[in-house]
Structures are given as C-alpha cells and as structure tokens.
C-alpha cells in the first residue's frame, strides 16, 4: 500500500466520481488537522473515506520512543511501517540556533535510514545506511511531533540522520508539502538545509527558486583536517565546495551557515580557525561552533573551555561572525543516531 503524502495533492486519487473540492477538504485534514485515520473525515463521504483507506497509509510511522529532557528539548525516535528506525529532535523555543535566538519550535528532522558518508565523529553512520527516506516518511515526523507536542512547529532544520543533499528528489517533494500554503506553511526562511558538502547539489538547490537556509557540515578548515573526519572531502575538497558556497551566496539574499564541531586535538588548532575565518568572510558565512557531543564507541573529545573560547576569539578578532552553540540534551543521547543505535544494538 501506497503512502498518501508520496503524492502531491492533485495526484490523489479520491476515488470515483468525488468532485474536486473534496480534494481541498482532504487537504485540511491532513495539513491543517492532522487527522491520524481516513475514518476520523468526518465530512468526507463514507465511500471515498473506504476508498482512500484501501489505497493509501496515511501515517507511516509511530513513535517507538520518547526520551525528553531537563531541558525541555525532546528526542523521538520513530518506528516506520518499513520496520526502521529513524529520530528527530525537538528544540524549544529561546535557544540559540546558528548564532540567533529563536523564538521558534524547531524540529531537527532526518532525510535517510542511516548514512552513507561516514563522518568519523557522528553516530548516524555507524550502523551504515539502508535507504532514502520518502517524502512521507520525512514530512510524517513533522506531522507526529506536532501531534504529541501539542504544538505548532514552525522551524526546521534537516541535520538528524543521513545526508538530505543526497536524497534531494525526495526533499524537494517533501518541501513543497511543508512550505506550501496548502500545506503545513512554514516559510522557507524557516527551513534550513544542511550538507556534508555535496557540491553538485548545491548548486542545484542555489537554481531553485525558493529561500531556503544553507547550513555547511565543515568541521575543517584544511583539506588534510577535514578529510581526515569526512571522507566526502576526498571528492568535493575544500576550494571545489567553497565555489559552490559562494555562487549560492551571490544567488540568495541569506546568509551561509558554516556548522563546526569542535573536537580536540583534532580540529581545534589556531591555524584551523585562521582558515576558518578566511573562508567565512569569502562566502558571507556566519560560524556555528558547537563543542564535541561525545558518542559511545567512539574515540573523539570534547575541547576544554578555554581552547573552545580561544578559537571563537580568533574568529570572532578575524572579522568573523561566530557562536558557540552549548548543545541541548545531553542527557537523552542527543548527537544523531545514537538512540537509534541503542535500540538496534538491544534487539
């Protein structure tokens, strides 16, 4: 069986002989209402309700498990009708997030089962990658943690599990549902995209018309440091995806956001952050230096504070717009894939 949201609305089939309007009342509910069963359509005729239900899955996902935490930040981890497991991460309102207050709900959602790209730092890939998420599979965790939120999300940013630039067909349909008026409308400003550095894709997603946020996964300023901690720096080094950053610069009227773990001995040199600083005030980028958020299993450390504080002065004295981001959640194993990851492992 089919999933309803694989579809755009006018690809619905409603069933024989349903005048068009009753696509906009289905619209509603599954935008608007969030109904969780075609039977809860009320106003729908009970034909075209029986038809819908034995030609789509409405939702295609439950929630498997939900740790929150002290500070009030949320993590799901989903279980799909596929039998996988993906996570997203709920952020209040009032934390800092690229540098700004927000004063929105966030949600941090995936965009594939695993990852292919295997950043040495970042759990999402340790069990390697499965699939693509589909676009109801992707826009089906906004629509969940609204639902057991009980609130409004109007922020999002695709940095949970797996690579969104290499599941860019399935994002872009999943955009077009999330952005639309018809649809949950959240504006494309609010809606942030982040990439280990898939040059191709940028450029494809700097052609399309909408206002979407760039976030760059950087974490080194050198070619010798980052290819070291991401392997995808082998094919799109550094000076290849600086290009691409600054054409999509010249071509959306917002600012890049270079996202920088830092992790010790690794990462964390005077000399990184001279690089960094360069390439930020290049492309028009602000910095979002988030200190290490240690994964079992793996062997990377957290900086002191006084060598997290002395990078972001050297940003910060180079002309830079930098931040330290303080992670939230550390209490609910909150770096990406780790409570997928503990959950494969006890099965």
């Keep these: 069986m089919e999933y309803l949201l694989d579809h755009l609305p006018p690809a619905w089939d409603l069933g024989p002989g349903q005048p068009e309007y009753r696509r906009k009342q289905l619209v509603e509910w599954v935008f608007v209402k969030k109904a969780s069963s075609f039977e809860a359509m009320s106003n729908l005729p009970a034909p075209m309700r029986a038809h819908l239900a034995s030609r789509y899955s409405l939702t295609p996902m439950t929630a498997a498990k939900i740790q929150g935490s002290k500070d009030t930040t949320r993590k799901f981890l989903w279980k799909l009708e596929r039998g996988d497991f993906i996570e997203s991460v709920l952020i209040p309102a009032n934390v800092d997030l690229f540098g700004e207050r927000s004063a929105r709900q966030t949600l941090c959602v995936s965009s594939q089962v695993g990852c292919a790209y295997g950043c040495k730092f970042c759990a999402s890939g340790l069990d390697g990658w ?85 976030a760059i996964s950087l974490h080194g300023a050198s070619d010798p440091v980052r290819s070291q901690i991401m392997p995808v720096n082998r094919k799109y080094p ?70 997290i504080e002395a990078f972001a002065a050297h940003l910060k004295g180079a002309g830079c717009t930098a931040t330290v981001r303080h992670e939230k959640g550390h209490d609910i194993d909150a770096a990406c894939g780790q409570l997928r990851l503990r959950e494969i492992q006890s099965a």
């Design 130 to 214: 499965k699939r693509h998420l589909s676009p109801a599979e992707i826009v089906g965790q906004i629509i969940e943690a609204e639902r057991v939120a009980e609130s409004r999300i109007d922020n999002l940013v695709f940095m949970g599990m797996g690579e969104p630039m290499a599941n860019y067909e399935n994002l872009m349909q999943a955009i077009e549902m999330i952005n639309s008026p018809w649809g949950l409308n959240i504006g494309a400003r609010h809606i942030t995209i982040s990439t280990s550095g898939l040059v191709p894709q940028i450029g494809m997603l700097a052609a399309q018309p909408r206002q979407l946020r760039l």
């Design 238 to 307: 550094i000076a290849a995806l600086l290009d691409a950053c600054e054409d999509y610069a010249g071509k959306k009227s917002q600012f890049i956001t270079f996202e920088y773990i830092l992790i010790e001995g690794v990462n964390d040199a005077p000399e990184e952050a001279k690089l960094l600083a360069r390439h930020a005030r290049r492309v028009r980028a602000k910095v979002n230096l988030i200190p290490y958020n240690t994964v079992e299993g793996l062997p990377w450390k957290r900086p002191s504070d006084a060598v």
